[in-house]
């Protein structure tokens, strides 16, 4: 059976359509509101745009959400989770400052932020998966504590995976920075012994006593390291190094188990904007010009067709003038594959999802 996904596209000819109303259409037309029950803690996660970038989405799209919710007597908190790269959002306190300066203030969205995972990445919840890569998956504690997840996700072109949708706003958004580390690589870390400061703060989070630190040495044990990325977060100077995975199927497929892991126990429903879909994530500190004009927002209480549905939009849309002209693409041809040739254009973490039972590619698409 087809699963269903509503659409509503960028036009509007007076304020009953405009795309902050179509959003709230949509919540109530895709039955998010009976998810709620009286005072649910709902999560939207969000990501809250790099400084710098300017397609991530607007606080007046979350403030909709906002009123929505409460209307349904939850109580609802935008929420994310610290970077693993050294940046603007690395820990709570820049996090939060960056959040508000891009807009995301109480006064704006009505609504508080809480990040994920604490003031510097280290408020885990370990969940059980027990699949292909993982048994067990490390996630920011405080979304494991709502009741309703909502995703607020912005489709675009990711030079790791192909695309950015649902599966890169929940599971790596969400993961803490040491499972951020797990989903970017199977690598296991090195110390860099030119920066090792021997603090020992490593040795104190590393849990599997792994890592070797004394006069003479500083060195982690291969054979008893999990890979865990405590010790990658934790290190004061940078001298154990993120290791970045040099293929796209494996960051798929992980960034999907972790998905799976956090919403398996909870009420959730997805959102997708298809708009400013710019070549590359919104962790970047700029955004290139979009690679197909607007197209709307869709919305499912299955992400494996919300992301199907997204992927297709785009694939079917014109490519804008400017970014993919010196291609030679097919109507209906994978446009992140040639933004990103190194990629499988996202399709992994789509049939990846599917094969774990998250829902079906096979879809019913509803315009408003």
């Keep these: 059976m087809s699963s269903k996904v509503y659409y509503a596209n960028m036009k509007a ?21 009976e998810l709620i029950e009286e005072n649910d803690l709902v999560a939207i996660k969000q990501h809250f745009g790099e400084p710098g970038n300017t397609a991530f989405i607007r606080p007046v799209f979350t403030r909709q959400l906002v009123e929505d919710i409460k209307k349904a007597k939850g109580k609802p908190f935008l929420t994310d989770a610290n970077t693993l790269y050294v940046g603007e959002r690395s820990n709570s306190v820049d996090h939060l400052n960056s959040a508000i300066a891009n807009g995301f203030g109480y006064s704006t969205v009505q609504a508080p932020l809480i990040i994920a995972d604490g003031i510097t990445g280290k408020n885990t919840m370990e ?4 699949l292909k890569h993982f048994e067990k998956i490390k996630v920011g504690s405080e979304v494991m504590h ?8 912005h489709f675009k072109g990711h030079q790791l995976t192909g695309f950015g949708g649902t599966f890169k706003n929940i599971g790596m ?13 199977a690598v296991l870390p090195e110390i860099d012994e030119e920066y090792c400061i021997k603090c020992k703060q490593c040795v104190k989070y590393c849990p599997e006593d792994a890592i070797i630190i004394n006069q003479e040495t500083s060195q982690i044990d291969q054979e008893n390291c999990i890979g865990c990325g405590e010790c990658v977060v934790t290190c004061p100077t940078e ?20 998905t799976y892991g956090i919403v398996k126990d909870l009420k959730t429903a997805y959102i997708n904007f298809v708009t400013n879909v710019s070549p590359d994530c919104d962790c970047a ?4 010009r979009a690679i197909v004009d607007d197209l709307g927002i869709l ?3 299955d992400p494996v067709a919300l992301e199907q549905a997204s992927l297709d939009l785009v694939n079917n849309e014109p490519e804008a003038k400017g970014i993919l002209a010196d291609k030679n693409i097919e109507h209906g041809e ?26 079906s590619c096979d879809y019913e698409l509803i315009e408003l």
Excluded at 245 to 258: I, K, L, M, N, P
Excluded at 285 to 288: E, K, P, Y
């Design 13 to 33: 000819s007076s304020h009953k359509e405009s795309l902050i109303k179509k959003l709230s259409k949509l919540f109530y037309k895709a039955g998010f509101h």
């Design 127 to 130: 969940v059980e998966v027990n």
């Design 146 to 153: 709502a009741d309703v997840l909502v995703s607020l996700a």
């Design 173 to 185: 958004g969400l993961g803490s920075r040491a499972g951020k580390q797990m989903m970017h690589s």
């Design 239 to 258: 001298a154990i190094n993120i290791e970045w995975e040099a293929t796209s199927e494996g960051v798929e497929e992980r960034q999907v188990e972790f």
């Design 285 to 288: 500190s700029w955004n290139d």
């Design 299 to 301: 919305v499912s209480k």
């Design 334 to 359: 994978n446009k992140f594959k040639h933004v990103h040739p190194d990629t499988d254009g996202g399709i992994r973490q789509i049939k990846y999802a599917e094969e774990l039972g998250m829902g």
